[in-house]
């Protein structure tokens, strides 16, 4: 019994490293002093020596019978070496911003993939801690690339914080790529003095995917189906228009547009169908394995080496690996072993929605997916793979869920519907785009665009049933808690039948929903004035009860309404807005553009 729980444990090696790894980077990050660091290094190194002499004295002195004692020591370890990690990541970064303080012009180097929209080119330089805009004529008159060095004159501006509530955190977002300066120029202020200057890998990975783009570009004459194609088979997404990224995402299927583990999977299913062959002695089953995955690793080179691609070809490469040697291999294990890889090489990893929705997604259809598929037999062929369909949407929208709600603070109703309308789409576009690309075939392209305005049509089409999605939806880190804990406990207490966990679980969702009733009935009863901080324009918000009466410059669709003042409004849980103008109301707009951002109760 003893031997068959070591062997448990063992097989899950890499969970039992991740969690304290995680934690370690979570403390990490509440560190903000340099001299705490050093004594963690200083204790990181007593303990590895020590966990070192107790493996090679481990029998003579009788360290099996402190077998939880050691196990504790070596978490704690790992903890320490993420936090470790997640410092080393972030001083890397760390500059002295008073050195260019008596300096007119700094270089600075291009380390990401620029992005051209609206005559604008907008970049990272990271050793700068500076998001860096430039406004150009045309994208020809100025070419900025990945790796570029360029000269430009010294007026970065801090980053602000939050101006309204509710707002889209822009600051915390990019401290968590150590961005915290940002500066808008002239095209006439750039020098441009070298280029390649950045990792070659990278570099070439950027490069061949801009070719990639522009062979699509040259082929697929519709610009929507043509950004479709970028995101969905590339992971280009500067071109997509935002109303098509509003349909996918209030049908549930913006996974789609997200090139992730269903990508890099389809293209592992044809490939292992393809090579079908290459079975039975040992040298050709190591060659399949090793065709397979280095095609998947071109593929993530192409897509940019985004997160999610990389996360899926570790995950994939191990799941072959272990295959080859005839060896189980866990699934939670590959996946911790993913994660972990992915933040050794970047702990900001962790804070980043995409990477946590990934991987809980992942986790959904691992541990949900054959609950839900056994809970009802279906003896038919192809009603049983519908079944199945039906249950992997379901296990991945339930794992990510209070993350989706807590982020994007809706929930589509129809993901069901509309995650099986698309399988057979989508899967048909990454193949013939796929096509498309090796084989440089462009008299595909007016198939592939019929097919990308089917399937627009169609989410189109059931994203105007009503009530196809829930928006509104605000709940605090609290009550994300609360309903994370018991999803998770009412599941395994369903799976388990386990009466007393699922009375827990039912308590925690009485309490939740509570919460949410006293919000409601608060938001019934409240009077409030918000003044907007907005960058050009003016907006002061009358509230009472779910009623606002908005005096703005402002109207229901601009940027600056959407972005800074609907979300404060939703929040509020504001179903009726009234716009007035400010000339008519006697409130003249250069008070209301000297207001600060506050929220003032009226009393």
Known sequence: MKAQRDIQLAEIAFVRILIPFILGILIGEQMNTSRLTSWILFSTIISLTLLTLVNILYLKIKAYKFKAAIGLAIGLTIALIGTLRYHSNKFRFHIDNQKYKYKKYIKITVTDEPIFRKKVWRFRAAENQLMVSIKVQDSASLKIEYGDQLVIPIQSKVITGVLNPAEFDYKTWLARQQIYHQTFLQQAQIIKLHKNLGNRIQAYAFKLRRAQVDFY???????????????LILGYRAELAQDTFDVYAKTGTIHVLSVSGMHVGLIYIIIDQIMFYMKGKRWLSVLKASVIITLIWFYALVTGFSPSVLRSAVMLSAFILTKLLNRHG??????????????????????????????????????????????????????????????????????????????????????????????????????????????RIETLAPAFELLVKFMNTGLGMIAKIPFANITGIWINPTQFFLLSIALFLLIYALQHQLKQLLLV???????????????????????????????????????????????????????????????????????????????????????????????????
């Open 330 to 439: 866990n699934s939670y294990n590959i996946i911790s072993f993913a994660a972990f890889c992915l933040l050794v090489y970047d702990p900001f990893l962790i804070w980043d929605a995409g990477f946590q929705l990934s991987f809980l997604a992942v986790l959904g259809l691992i541990y949900l997916q054959p609950i839900i598929r056994q809970s009802y037999q279906v003896k038919n062929k192809w009603l049983e793979k519908l079944w199945s369909a039906i249950a992997m949407s379901t296990a991945a929208q339930i794992a990510t869920y209070p993350l989706s709600i807590y982020y994007f603070h809706q929930f589509p109703v129809y993901f069901l519907i509309s995650n099986l309308f698309i399988i057979v789409p989508s899967a048909l576009l990454m193949y013939l785009g796929i096509f498309m690309l090796v084989f």
């Open 505 to 603: 679980s039912l308590l925690l969702f009485l309490i939740f929903q509570s919460s949410l009733s006293y919000q409601k009935y608060q938001s019934k009863h409240q009077k409030l004035i918000i003044c907007f901080g907005l960058p050009k324009n003016y907006a002061l918000a009358l509230i009472s009860g779910t009623k606002a009466i908005l005096i703005t410059d402002l109207d229901s669709g601009q940027r600056d309404f959407l972005i800074h003042v609907k979300p404060a409004l939703d929040q509020y849980k504001i179903v009726e807005i009234k716009f007035k103008d400010a000339n008519k109301t006697g409130v003249h707009p250069s008070i209301l553009k000297k207001i600060k951002a506050s929220l003032i109760p009226i009393h």
């Open 217 to 231: 570009r040259k082929v697929i004459k519709d610009k929507d189906c043509f950004s479709i194609a970028a995101t």
